[in-house]
C-alpha cells in the first residue's frame, strides 16, 4: 500500500518545486451562450521577456507520445487548448540548480495553461484522451529548416528516468 503525497495546497498552488526556469500559468476560459475564449499569451504575464516570432499548432493523436524533445538556442513557450496532454520535463543542464529534476503535469480542455519550456530541458507529451489533442506553440526563435534547433532521445533511455506506460497502469 502507498500513500498519496500532498500535490496543491488548499488554495490549489502546486507543492512540487519545479524545474529552474519553468513557468506554468493557468489559462481560465471565459464562457458565454455563443461559446468561449481563453486567451493564451501577454508580454505582462512575465512568462517570458522575448518577443512573439513564431507561433505554430500542433496536434497529437490518441495515446501518442511526442519527444523526448530538447533546443539549446530556444525556449518553448505552449499553451494547451484541446484534449487532455501529459507533459514531462527534464533538467539536463548541468550548471542548473534544478539539474536532473523531472517535472510532470496534465492539462486539459479543463485545466489549460500557458507554460515556458527553457532550453537545455527535455521535454515529452502524451496524448490520454480518446480524441486528437491541440496546443500552440510560441517558441522565443522562428524554426530554421536549414538548422533546425531540435535534439531527440528515444522514449527509453539511460538518461531520463521516465516510463510513460507507468501513466495508463495507475
Do not use: C
Not at 527509453?156 to 516510463?163: A, F, M, Q, S, V
Amino acid at each position: 500500500m502507498k500513500k498519496d503525497r500532498q500535490t496543491v495546497t488548499e488554495t490549489g498552488a502546486l507543492v512540487m518545486p519545479l524545474i529552474d526556469g519553468l513557468q506554468v500559468r493557468h489559462l481560465p476560459t471565459i464562457e458565454d451562450p455563443r461559446g468561449e475564449v481563453v486567451e493564451l499569451f501577454r508580454e505582462t504575464w512575465g512568462i517570458s521577456s522575448d518577443p512573439l516570432v513564431y507561433v505554430y499548432g500542433v496536434s497529437v493523436r490518441p495515446d501518442a507520445i511526442k519527444g523526448w524533445t530538447v533546443h539549446k538556442k530556444q525556449d518553448d513557450r505552449i499553451a494547451v487548448l484541446h484534449g487532455v496532454l501529459h507533459w514531462v520535463f527534464f533538467d539536463n543542464r548541468e550548471a542548473s540548480p534544478t539539474y536532473r529534476r523531472l517535472n510532470a503535469f496534465t492539462f486539459s480542455d479543463k485545466n489549460r495553461a500557458l507554460f515556458n519550456i527553457p532550453r537545455g530541458v527535455f521535454h515529452a507529451v502524451q496524448n490520454l484522451g480518446t480524441e486528437d489533442a491541440f496546443f500552440v506553440n510560441m517558441p522565443t526563435r522562428p524554426y530554421d529548416h536549414a538548422d533546425p534547433d531540435k535534439y531527440r532521445l528515444p522514449l527509453k533511455n539511460d538518461l531520463i528516468p521516465y516510463d510513460f506506460s507507468a501513466i495508463r497502469a495507475g
